[in-house]
């Protein structure tokens, strides 16, 4: 099964940017996407992106389209989220997973913390 490390993460001032990579290895037989997930402080996971291995294919979250923009790099197995005009609001871990449904994951890394500062 698929195991994923999260890095890229740090602190910014608001309207600034970042660039987080996935590295995936074991390609997961149940899925041909990628999707990013964030958790702030005393809140739920929620969905950020996706992208699909396969035709790169792309979906966001309402509260990121515009802002964000996810890729893949099939030949290094790595999944970007390029992160511009970053608000305080953007501040959680961020995570990667081989699933676009948080239920249906079975194993979490341990992400990388974005902090936007006002």
């Known amino acids: 099964q698929v195991h994923v490390e999260e890095s890229g993460g740090g602190l910014v001032q608001a309207g600034g940017s970042l660039r987080l990579s996935c590295a995936a290895a074991?390609?997961?037989?149940?899925?041909?996407?990628m999707a990013w997930f964030r958790q702030a402080p005393g809140k739920e996971r929620e969905f950020v992106a996706a992208?699909?291995?396969?035709?790169?294919?792309?979906v966001y979250a309402d509260s990121v389209k515009g802002r964000f923009t996810v890729s893949r790099d099939n030949a290094k197995n790595t999944v970007y989220l390029q992160m511009d005009s970053l608000k305080p609001e953007d501040t959680a871990v961020y995570y990667c997973?081989?699933?676009?449904?948080?239920?249906?994951?079975?194993?979490w890394g341990q992400g990388t913390q974005v902090t936007v500062s006002s």
């Open positions: 992208v699909w291995w396969s035709a790169g294919n792309t």
């Open positions: 074991g390609r997961s037989f149940s899925s041909d996407a």
């Open positions: 997973a081989d699933k676009t449904d948080p239920r249906l994951v079975k194993y």
